[in-house]
T-cell receptor, first 113, second 112 residues
């Protein structure tokens, strides 16, 4: 197992377009998290899944954002009608309950022009 | 409330020890973490400490936890150029066991 995998690693899109990021967690990890990180800041929590159930969403996750984990394995994060303020690195992480060691992927960079 | 604070920059000479400090606000936090982030990369879990511990050592890394003062530190012995990165302190509040809260990170630079 090579860890948490994210793709694409980089995405440049025009304002108003939709983008989707995919995350493959570490095998058998039942928890999956999405975070967002902007330049000079620490990662901010967006949402998390326990298996296929989305159990918590941050206020940062506006209506334009949607995350899914349909089979309890990989997850997608979709941003609709992107805005320049959405430009950031989107980080996925996973962990195995009940242990709280959370492992991050390499992130997906989004630039909205 | 939940808040994690760190100083923004630290510069040390190669071979010296680096000490990165962090304060947190949620006394119920069960786990406290140190992550390392190199330019353009994701976060690498360096080490973590459970709240009932005072100290944890792992090779060149030593974590000290002062629960009374809500203070966490990371000491890197014999600092090398490869240690240049941003180091994030993070807490896992009991009130929200599903997520961890990060500080803004400390940028560690190594001078020859």
């Amino acid at each position: 197992d090579t860890g948490v995998s994210q793709n694409p690693r980089h995405k440049i899109t025009k304002r108003g377009q939709n983008v989707t990021f995919r995350c493959d967690p570490i095998s058998e990890h039942n928890r999956l998290y999405w975070y967002r990180q902007t330049l000079g800041q620490g990662p901010e929590f967006l949402t998390y899944f326990q298996n296929e159930a989305q159990l918590e969403k941050s206020r940062l996750l506006s209506d334009r954002f949607s995350a899914e984990r349909p089979k309890g394995s990989f997850s997608t994060l979709e941003i609709q009608r992107t805005e320049q303020g959405d430009s950031a690195m989107y980080l996925c992480a996973s962990s195995l309950e009940p242990r709280n060691t959370i492992y991050f992927g390499e992130g997906s960079w989004l630039t909205v022009v | 409330g939940e808040d994690v604070e760190q100083s923004l920059f630290l510069s040390v000479r190669e071979g010296d020890s680096s000490v990165i400090n962090c304060t947190y606000t949620d006394s119920s936090s069960t786990y406290l973490y140190w992550y390392k982030q190199e330019p353009g990369a994701g976060l690498q879990l360096l080490t973590y400490i459970f709240s009932n511990m005072d100290m944890k050592q792992d090779q060149r890394l030593t974590v000290l936890l002062n629960k009374k003062d809500k203070h966490l530190s990371l000491r890197i012995a014999d600092t090398q150029t490869g240690d240049s990165a941003i180091y994030f302190c993070a807490e896992n509040p009991y009130s929200s066991a599903s997520k961890i809260i990060f500080g803004s990170g400390t940028r560690l630079s190594i001078r020859p």
